[in-house]
């Protein structure tokens, strides 16, 4: 059964230093890998989504990569501001079965600090 | 833009009650998702559906149901709430043409049953 794990649960920075959040799944078997970022008391926000034959995706200050044969996928976030502030989340969809079946992580609280 | 709109932000309820949460998506989107969101538990998804008048049951199924007369609207129904139906109710879209679409979500429906 695929599980997705993301440590650590939260973190905080300085303002303007760049780091890295950590997605792990148990079967390498997947479509793709998708990041959201949720803030609080709202819904998720897609950020990047890499298809399993992708290495890395990258949109503005953000760049996510795939690793599918070791299970891990980064977010790497550079100079970060205090509106990076939010939980991030990854979800993996497996091969085989219906496209209903998206495994979530718990996701990464992110506190970045003025 | 995708637009994913749930009709309430918040809603209070008594234990017992039918309760029908309503989603609407403006992209033509084939897919649409229910999912609760409770913490220490993540993002567990209630029904899935496909086309208008087709559903799947997700992980959680028990104590609701669905209906998708129309292709741009997916509702939740709680057929008797319960206090333990307090949660965070995440409507979502995508395509159905590609297992490479991305997920958009609304902002959420906070329920309380008291």
């Known amino acids: 059964k695929q599980e997705v794990t993301q440590i650590p649960a939260a973190l905080s920075v300085p303002e303007g230093e760049n780091l890295v959040l950590n997605c792990s799944f148990t079967?390498?078997?997947?479509?793709?890998l998708q990041w959201f970022r949720q803030d609080p008391g709202k819904g998720l926000t897609s950020l990047l989504l890499i298809q399993s034959s992708q290495r890395e995706q990258t949109s503005g200050r953000l760049n996510a990569s795939l690793d599918k044969s070791s299970g891990r996928s980064t977010l790497y976030i550079a100079a970060s501001q205090p509106g990076d502030s939010a939980t991030y989340l990854c979800?993996?969809?497996?091969?085989?079965?219906?496209?209903?079946?998206?495994?979530f992580g718990k996701g990464t609280k992110l506190s970045v600090k003025p | 833009d995708v637009k994913v709109t749930q009709s309430s932000r918040y809603l209070v309820k008594r234990t017992g009650e039918k309760v029908f949460l309503e989603c609407v998506q403006d992209m033509d989107h084939e897919n649409m998702f229910w999912y609760r969101q409770d913490p220490g538990l993540g993002l567990r998804l209630i029904y899935f559906s496909y086309d208008v008048k087709m559903k799947e049951k997700g992980d959680i199924p028990e104590g609701y149901s669905v209906s998708r007369e129309k292709k741009e609207r997916f509702s939740l129904i709680l057929e008797s709430a319960s206090t333990n139906q307090t949660s965070m109710y995440l409507c979502?879209?995508?395509?159905?043409?590609?297992?490479?679409?991305?997920?958009?979500f609304g902002n959420g429906t906070r329920l309380t049953v008291t």
């Open positions: 979800a993996v969809r497996p091969s085989g079965g219906s496209q209903g079946n998206l495994i």
């Open positions: 979502a879209s995508s395509k159905r043409s590609s297992y490479n679409s991305p997920l958009h």
């Open positions: 079967d390498s078997a997947i479509y793709n």
